[in-house]
C-alpha cells in the first residue's frame, strides 16, 4: 500500500518487464510508447572476484607502444624499462564485450528465476543504467505467472534496499495485458521464448491458466528440458537445414524465422501435412491457364464482358483497307489524291498494318506465356537475405609524421626574382607581331576549312612568372614498429542471399502447435463457472515475441475451430435458458420440475421443451432441488447460469487503433504497454474519488509501508 500516491511525474517512474531472453524498460510512461530499451536478460561471472557483470569481460595484454621517428631537435623518448621492472597491474588491460555470450548466465529460464543472485544483479545493472536518482524513482516491474510468493518477497526486499526506491508496484503478465487492451473478459496467449502462458481473464481477474514448456528446469541438460514457443521453431528450422546448407547456424535460423517469407501456412485437415504445400507445377498451370485465356481472347470466345477501346487521337485512323479515315468515320479521298502518290500511300499504309499485327501478336504470345507474380505460399523456393554483423581486430593506422615547414614567402620570392630570366626588347617584340601577321592565312579562305582544322593557337604572350622553387623530396616513409602491434575492434555488415525451399513451411511443428491449441482448450474449458467461458472464447489474445511468426495465430484458431467448435442444436439453444435450479425436464419422470408425459392430441405442446424454457422464470420460487442456493442474496432472484456447451463461437479480440506507434509496432508487446497505463493509475494520477484513492493505495507498496 502506498500512503504517498500522486505525487511522482509521469518521467520520473521507471517500467521495467523482464522475459527469458530480452528484457524491455524505459524511464517514462507519459507516451505509452513501444520499449525504448531492450537488454539481453544475462550476466556474467567474473572470475577473479566473482561478481556479476552486465557484458563479457576479458583480459588483454597491452600492446607496446610504437616507436616513432624523432626528428632534429627533439629528444628521444625514453628507452622501455626491463620487463623485470614493471607493474603486473600495468601489463593487463580489461576489455568489455557486449555483443558476446561466451560464459553467459540466463537467471530466468521457461518463467522461473533459476539464479536470483544473477536476476538481482541484473535489475541493479538496469536501474542504474536508466536512471541518475534513488530516492525519486518509483518502479513498475512486471511479474511472470510462475513467480513464486518467496521470489516476490526477496525482489521487493531487494529493490527497496538497494535502490532506494520510493514505491514499487508488481503486476502480473496477463493482467497488464488487459491493462493495454482494455478488455474486462479475454483469454491472452503469451507465446515466448521457452514457454507458452494461458491466462483467462473475467471481469478483471484471473480465472485460469495453463502454461506449456514452464517445467522446472531443475539440474537436467538444456537440451533435455521440455520447452515450448519461438525457440521450438528455431530449433526444427536449423535442424532442417543445417544437412543441406553449409555454415546454416542458429542466428541464420532466427533471421529466417521472422522473415516475410517463413510463414506457417493455413489449416489443412485434409492434407497429409495438415498444410497445403506448394508443387513444382505451380507456374506451369498458372501460365497454360494464362494462355488458354489469352488464346480464349483471340478467338472471341471468352466469358469476359465486351470491352471499349478508344482510339488515339494523335494518331491517324483508317479502315479495313488501310485508307485514311477523318474523326466522323469518313474516307478522306480528297486529301489522298491531293498528294500525288495514292500507290505510294497505301502501300506504306498496308506495310505499317502488318507491322502492327505482327507486334500484337508478339505480345499476345509473351502475355500468354508469361508467369504471373506468386505468392510466397505458392512458390516452391524464395529468397532470404540474411545480415550478419562480423567484428574483426584490425590495426591502428599510425598518422604520418608533419612535413618540414616551407620557406617563407618573403625568402621564395627573393629566389624566384634572382632566378627569372631578363624581360626581351621592345623591337623584338615588334618584330615577333608583324611575323605573326604574316603568317595568318586569308579568313576567306579557312571559313570552308573551319570544321575540319583546328584553330590555330595564340603564341604565347611573354610572361614575367617565374618558374617554381623545386619541391622537396619526399619525407621517407617510417619505418616498421618492431613488437606488437595496436589495433582496435571494427564492427562490418555482411550481407547474403539465401534461397530456400519449402522447409521454411515444414519448420512448423504439428506437434508443438497441438500443444498450443490443447493448452488454449483446457486453459478455458476448466473454468469452474461455465458462463465466464463464452466471453473468454470470444476475446483471445496472441501476445508475446513468439506470436510474431507469420501464420502462427491464424493457424491456431484455424485449428481451434476445426476441433473444438460447436454448433448449436435446438435442444442446445433451449436447456441453456433454464435457471441452474430447474433440472433438465424428461417426459414420464414424476417430482417437482419435472414433465407430464408426452401425449397425443391438442394439449401434447404442454409437454414440450419450448414451453419448459418459456416459463421456467415464473416456476424459479419452486421447492426444487439447489432452490435454496439460486434464491439466496439479494438480486439473485431471475438470474441464471449458462448450460450449454462451449465454445459455439472462437474469434480474436479486436485491437485498439487508436495508438498509432502501436499499430505499427504490434501489439506482441502489449504487457509494456499495460504496465505504462498501471504505472500511471498507480503512481500518477490524483483525482480519484474515494473509492479511486483506496484502490491506488492497494496498488503498490510504498517505503513507509514497507518498513
Not at 507516451?31 to 537488454?39: G, K, M, T, V
Not at 487492451?181 to 502462458?197: H, Q
Not at 419450448?610 to 438470474?639: D, R, S
Request: hydrophobic share 35%.
Amino acid at each position: 500500500m502506498s500512503g504517498q500516491t500522486g505525487k511522482w511525474r509521469e518521467e520520473q517512474v521507471l517500467v521495467i518487464c523482464p522475459g527469458s531472453s530480452t528484457t524491455m524498460a524505459q524511464l517514462g510512461c507519459g507516451e505509452l510508447s513501444p520499449p525504448a530499451h531492450r537488454f539481453p536478460t544475462r550476466m556474467f561471472r567474473d572470475e577473479e572476484t566473482g561478481q556479476w557483470r552486465p557484458y563479457h569481460t576479458y583480459k588483454r595484454k597491452k600492446a607496446a607502444a610504437v616507436t616513432a621517428p624523432v626528428a632534429e631537435g627533439e629528444q628521444k623518448p625514453e628507452e622501455p624499462k626491463p620487463e623485470g621492472e614493471r607493474k603486473e597491474e600495468d601489463e593487463w588491460e580489461y576489455v568489455e564485450d557486449q555483443d558476446s555470450d561466451e560464459g553467459a548466465v540466463y537467471p530466468i529460464q521457461g518463467g522461473h528465476i533459476v539464479v536470483m543472485d544473477a536476476f538481482l544483479a541484473f535489475l541493479e545493472h538496469v536501474h542504474s543504467s536508466l536512471t541518475t536518482t534513488y530516492h525519486n524513482t518509483p518502479i513498475m516491474l512486471m511479474a511472470s505467472p510462475q513467480w513464486t510468493r518467496p521470489d516476490c518477497e526477496t525482489l521487493a526486499r531487494y529493490i527497496f534496499e538497494k535502490t532506494k526506491t520510493p514505491a514499487l508496484c508488481l503486476i502480473n503478465s496477463a493482467i497488464a495485458t488487459q491493462y493495454g487492451l482494455k478488455w474486462p473478459n479475454m483469454t491472452v496467449v503469451d507465446i515466448g521464448f521457452e514457454k507458452v502462458d494461458v491466462t483467462c481473464i473475467y471481469d478483471s481477474r484471473i480465472v485460469a491458466h495453463r502454461d506449456v514448456g514452464a517445467g522446472w528446469p531443475g539440474n537436467s541438460a538444456e537440451e533435455e528440458r521440455e520447452i515450448s514457443g519461438g525457440e521450438v521453431f528455431t530449433r526444427r528450422l536449423q535442424q532442417l537445414l543445417k544437412d543441406k546448407m553449409k555454415g546454416f547456424n542458429r542466428e541464420m535460423a532466427e533471421q529466417l524465422k521472422m522473415s516475410n517469407i517463413c510463414e506457417v501456412l493455413p489449416y489443412a485437415p485434409d492434407k497429409p501435412k495438415l498444410m497445403d504445400l506448394p508443387t513444382e507445377d505451380v507456374p506451369t498451370v498458372v501460365a497454360a491457364t494464362t494462355g488458354a485465356a489469352a488464346a480464349a481472347a483471340a478467338s472471341g470466345t471468352t466469358t469476359e464482358g465486351p470491352k471499349v477501346v478508344e482510339p488515339v487521337t494523335d494518331e491517324p485512323t483508317y479502315d479495313a483497307d488501310g485508307n485514311l479515315v477523318d474523326d466522323e468515320g469518313v474516307l478522306d479521298v480528297a486529301n489522298i489524291v491531293a498528294t500525288g502518290q495514292t500507290r505510294e500511300f497505301l502501300a506504306k499504309k498496308e506495310k505499317e498494318k502488318q507491322e502492327k499485327a505482327k507486334k500484337k501478336g508478339k505480345d499476345k504470345e509473351a502475355e500468354a506465356n508469361r508467369v504471373m507474380r506468386l505468392p510466397n505460399s505458392k512458390r516452391v523456393k524464395n529468397i532470404f537475405h540474411f545480415e550478419e554483423y562480423v567484428t574483426e581486430e584490425v590495426p591502428i593506422v599510425q598518422p604520418a609524421p608533419p612535413a618540414p615547414a616551407p620557406a617563407t614567402a618573403e625568402g621564395a620570392k627573393d629566389v624566384e626574382m634572382a632566378d627569372a630570366p631578363a624581360p626581351p626588347a621592345e623591337g623584338a617584340e615588334k618584330k615577333d607581331e608583324a611575323k605573326t601577321e604574316e603568317q595568318k592565312p586569308d579568313a576567306s579562305a579557312t571559313d570552308d576549312k573551319k570544321p575540319e582544322e583546328k584553330p590555330s593557337e595564340p603564341a604565347p604572350a611573354p610572361t614575367t612568372e617565374v618558374p617554381k622553387a623545386p619541391e622537396p623530396a619526399a619525407a621517407p616513409a617510417p619505418p616498421a614498429p618492431e613488437g606488437p602491434v595496436l589495433t582496435e575492434r571494427q564492427t562490418k555488415r555482411i550481407r547474403r542471399d539465401i534461397e530456400v525451399g519449402l522447409e521454411r513451411f515444414e519448420f512448423a511443428d504439428r506437434a508443438e502447435i497441438d500443444r498450443i491449441v490443447t493448452a488454449i482448450y483446457n486453459a478455458v474449458q476448466s473454468i469452474d463457472d461455465m458462463y465466464m467461458r463464452p466471453p473468454c472464447w470470444e476475446s483471445l489474445v496472441f501476445v508475446g515475441n513468439g506470436a510474431r511468426i507469420r501464420g502462427l495465430k491464424e493457424n491456431i484458431l484455424q485449428t481451434l475451430q476445426a476441433r473444438h467448435l460447436i454448433s448449436p442444436s435446438s435442444a442446445t439453444m433451449f436447456t441453456s435458458e433454464l435457471p441452474s435450479n430447474i433440472g433438465t425436464p424428461t417426459a414420464g419422470t414424476p417430482g417437482p420440475g419435472a414433465l407430464t408425459p408426452i401425449t397425443s392430441g391438442p394439449g401434447a405442446q404442454s409437454g414440450s421443451l419450448l414451453q419448459a424454457a418459456t416459463t421456467a422464470a415464473a416456476n424459479a420460487n419452486l421447492n426444487v432441488p439447489g432452490a435454496q442456493g439460486f434464491q439466496g442474496g439479494e438480486g439473485q432472484l431471475g438470474q441464471h447460469h449458462f448450460h450449454s456447451q462451449t465454445p459455439t463461437n472462437i474469434k480474436l479480440a479486436q485491437l485498439p487503433t487508436y495508438l498509432s506507434e502501436w499499430t505499427k509496432n504490434g501489439f506482441e508487446e502489449a504487457m509494456f504497454l499495460g504496465a505504462q497505463v498501471a504505472a500511471r493509475m498507480a503512481f500518477c494520477i490524483h483525482n480519484f474519488d474515494a473509492q479511486g484513492l483506496e484502490m491506488q493505495r492497494y496498488m503498490s507498496l510504498s517505503r513507509v509501508d514497507y518498513k
